[in-house]
């Protein structure tokens, strides 16, 4: 159902472009980004915001715990396997407490709980502070089955303390939202790992764009675009393949095999990571 602007029921009609869609593997849930005014009530921010439908019913995911709406934009939202969790990018400001920024631009990562409505900032430097990001290609992620593991491409590189990188190119991320293994990802106990590190160099990272993650269910296999040269001789597609899974907590994206896929800008591997689409 869509509303007006005095709360009642609407026909939805033009209510603004839908993008960034994205399903869960069971596809029982739903979510885009939309900058229309009459997917829920009370939308008066006049953002683009993140949707979910779930479970027959349409709600707001870029909102506090409290369901206050956000006060800036927020889109790119990704969905784990199991449709319990959103990722999403915002340039809010009351999402959570502690992630005041010095211009609109900036942006964080955020993960949203549907079952519990808790919300976090997962976008953090390693001193776990907001790291509060300039620029469109940053944060653009992928998320595992269970939602632990969260891929992330960011210009910058403040996120794993001992890399050395030029900050003119994207890198590739991933944040262990529970390391210690305790079921609890909102109890701020987050470890970032480099993705794009050099083979032959681990604490350097890769000269080139890796953007457009897109990782299987289980966590063992990564889809990106990039132009890295050590990687492959032209702009194209690559598909890392790490060592553990998501199904029992062991990814270890320290130990990887690089496979160039063929050229293209955008891919997206399967849920089982047996095949890749690109084009």
Same mark, same amino acid.
């Given at each position: ?33 939309? &900058? ?15 949707? /979910?439908?779930?479970?027959? @019913? ?8 409290? !369901? ?8 790119? %939202? ?8 959103? $990722?999403?990018? &915002?340039?809010?400001?009351?999402? $959570? ?11 964080? !990562? ?15 430097? &390693?001193?776990?502070? %907001?790291?509060? @990001? ?25 996120? /794993?303390? *001992? ?44 000269? *080139?764009?890796? @953007?457009?993650? &897109? $990782? ?14 050590? @990687? ?26 690089? $496979? ?20």
């Amino acid at each position: 159902s869509c509303f007006d602007e005095e709360g009642e029921a609407a026909i939805c009609g033009s209510t603004g472009a839908i993008d960034e869609m994205a399903t869960s593997y069971h596809g029982d849930t739903t979510v885009f980004s939309s &900058s229309g005014r009459r997917f829920v009530h009370g939308d008066f921010n006049k953002e683009q915001d993140v949707f /979910v439908y779930r479970n027959g @019913l349409l709600s707001l995911v870029s909102s506090t715990q409290d !369901l206050e709406q956000s006060n800036g934009r927020s889109q790119q %939202p990704a969905v784990s396997g199991n449709g319990r969790y959103i $990722v999403f990018q &915002s340039a809010a400001t009351n999402l $959570v407490a502690n992630t005041e920024q010095t211009s609109s631009t900036q942006k964080n !990562l955020y993960i949203k709980d549907l079952d519990t409505g808790k919300i976090a900032v997962i976008s953090r430097e &390693s001193d776990q502070s %907001p790291a509060n @990001l300039f620029g469109s290609f940053n944060y653009l992620s992928a998320i595992t089955y269970s939602g632990r593991y969260v891929f992330f491409s960011a210009r910058v590189n403040r996120f /794993v303390d *001992g890399m050395t990188s030029p900050d003119n190119f994207n890198k590739m991320y991933m944040v262990d939202l529970d390391p210690d293994a305790n079921g609890d990802y909102f109890d701020d106990n987050y470890q970032n790992h480099a993705v794009s590190y050099r083979a032959d160099e681990e604490t350097e990272m890769l000269a *080139g764009n890796m @953007l457009n993650a &897109s $990782v299987s269910q289980n966590g063992k296999y990564l889809a990106f675009s990039t132009g890295v040269n050590e @990687l492959t001789t032209s702009a194209g597609i690559m598909l890392f393949k790490f060592s553990g899974n998501d199904v029992d907590g062991t990814l270890d994206v320290s130990q990887r095999e690089a $496979v160039f896929i063929g050229g293209g800008s955008l891919a997206r591997v399967s849920p089982r990571g047996d095949s890749v689409a690109f084009l």
